[in-house]
């Protein structure tokens, strides 16, 4: 699908598929448009066709040039700050996939906030001449690294916010854990809620939410007894694969939360690979982030 950026419209050159549909079809069935945006546009005219202001039914034809105002100037939300380690992995005009270093939150918990994964993704927004608020798609743990998938304007954002709900982006994370894991591959259903006992740890419990997460044995380091393991997220509850990791017997190494001893600085957690179908045209898109410690090299 041709698709280009000239300000702050995006246009899409109308393919074979969208051959006798109406803007309209294409804004609700195509890019599944929230009902407040879509009246935004409605009452804002900010949808043409060649060029020309035309009403939401306009049926399509091949080769149209469809042009949709998506990229309006909006605050940042957040403090942008120069952040030297900032490493990003994929970019384009509607979303942004970083990998966030160790020891740093995804985004501010509180007004004002510095230091974190958002406020860097500001400064680079920023930098860039790209006005547009910064807006994370899930999170990360602060003491976990990996890719973290960012929308660059509202409609990106709902369309991934709904995919993820609906399990379409696909997770996959490497950990290090103590033991050895003789099962090569399996799948851990078991709900977590939190600890009464602890303000931030959870712990599996049958009242708690529903979490699923898979495994599958990378590697056995017998002499250092740990298994490096690959793990895909069906759900995405906090602490999820920590508190499922310490459930089957075998803590995150460096998570002192959940059992690991304390051998490296942090719980060896990475997100390792992102797979999804880009918002806007769909194509299938893998995303791979480099380690950026050394929390799972034990040669």
Not at 46 to 74: A, I, M, R, S, Y
Not at 159 to 188: P, S
Not at 260 to 288: K, S
Request: positive net charge; glycine residues 6%.
């Amino acid at each position: 699908m041709l698709t280009k950026r000239f300000g702050e419209w995006f246009e899409v050159t109308v393919p074979s598929s969208w051959e006798g549909i109406t803007i309209e079809d294409v804004l609700k069935t195509e890019w599944t448009i929230p009902k407040q945006m879509l009246h935004q546009l409605r009452m804002e005219k900010g949808t043409k066709l060649n060029g020309e202001t035309k009403n939401l039914n306009t049926p399509l034809k091949q080769n149209d040039k469809l042009q949709v105002h998506l990229f309006p100037e909006e605050e940042f939300g957040v403090i942008p700050e120069y952040v030297a380690e900032l490493q990003i992995l994929y970019e384009d005009d509607h979303l942004l996939i970083a990998n966030k270093p160790p020891g740093m939150d995804t985004h501010p918990n509180e007004e004002g906030q510095l230091g974190t994964l958002a406020n860097a993704i500001a400064y680079h927004f920023q930098a860039n001449g790209v006005h547009t608020k910064v807006r994370h798609i899930h999170r990360l743990d602060r003491d976990t690294t990996g890719a973290v998938i960012f929308a660059k304007h509202k409609l990106a954002s709902s369309i991934l916010d709904r995919r993820l709900e609906k399990r379409e982006i696909k997770r996959t994370y490497v950990a290090l854990v103590h033991g050895i894991i003789k099962q090569k591959k399996g799948t851990i259903d078991a709900s977590i809620g939190r600890d009464r006992h602890h303000p931030t740890r959870r712990r599996v419990s049958p009242t708690g939410q529903k979490a699923i997460t898979k495994f599958n044995v990378i590697q056995t380091l017998v002499n250092q007894k740990m298994t490096l393991v690959e793990l895909e997220l069906l759900t995405g509850r906090t602490h999820q694969i920590r508190v499922h990791m310490s459930h089957l017997g075998y803590p995150l190494v460096g998570d002192t939360i959940y059992g690991g001893q304390p051998i490296v600085p942090r719980q060896a957690l990475h997100a390792a690979r992102i797979i999804l179908q880009h918002p806007l045209t769909n194509e299938t898109m893998m995303c791979e982030a480099p380690f950026l410690d050394n929390s799972f090299i034990f040669s």
